[in-house]
């Protein structure tokens, strides 16, 4: 069971949150806080997977909340999840130490699947804001040098390619495996294949990789 912690300011869309999360059987909702200092206080106790941030929010927001949490319980992991979407704030947050940003206007689905990545440790962002951080990143890192790049992305094959332009498109595993009418389970086999052949870590250091050496553009 998948632990998962609720931290909103508003009570209505923690409580249709809890139903919505409750009715999957793999999660377990821990518990519910009305700011970021609630929230960590609750912590030691509760000993949440996952939690679910809300950004702005008084007394604590959500951006100083992670970090606190980051800092204090690093197995703990993060996803904002808010209705804001500005540069600034979404990149607070990830410095923060969030491993996913997703908007309040995602599906049920993708919200689920969601949580599943960020609980193996992958970063998990909203598509609307995926090119803007992949951008940033890249921006961020480029003076530092890439080592053969085009050899590197010759290693991998034309079906790989094309779920690594859908991946840097904010597409889920299931929504490439429906785009491209195979198994979820093939998809998520690609993408383990992806991730050893680029020596990358997660999802979004393949994505960065991949724009860094011009495989994808935004």
Known sequence: MIRILLVDDQVLFREALRTLISEQTD???????????EAVNMISLLKPSIILMDLRMPIMGGVEATRKIRQDYPDCKVIMLTTFDDDELVFDGLKAGAIGYLLKDVSSEK???????????QYVLHPSITGKVVEEFSRLRQDKP??????IFEQLSPRE???????????SNKE???????????????MRNILSKLDARDRMQAVIKAKEAGIIQF
């Open 111 to 121: 919200l689920f699947e969601a949580i599943h990545t960020a609980n193996e440790g």
């Open 27 to 37: 999660f377990v909702v821990v518990g519910e806080a009305g700011n970021g200092e």
């Open 146 to 151: 890439t080592k053969n790049q085009a050899i």
């Open 176 to 190: 490439i495996a429906d785009y491209l009418y195979i198994a979820e389970g093939t998809v998520k086999n690609h």
């Open 161 to 171: 390619i094309e779920i690594l332009e859908l991946v840097a498109k904010g597409s």
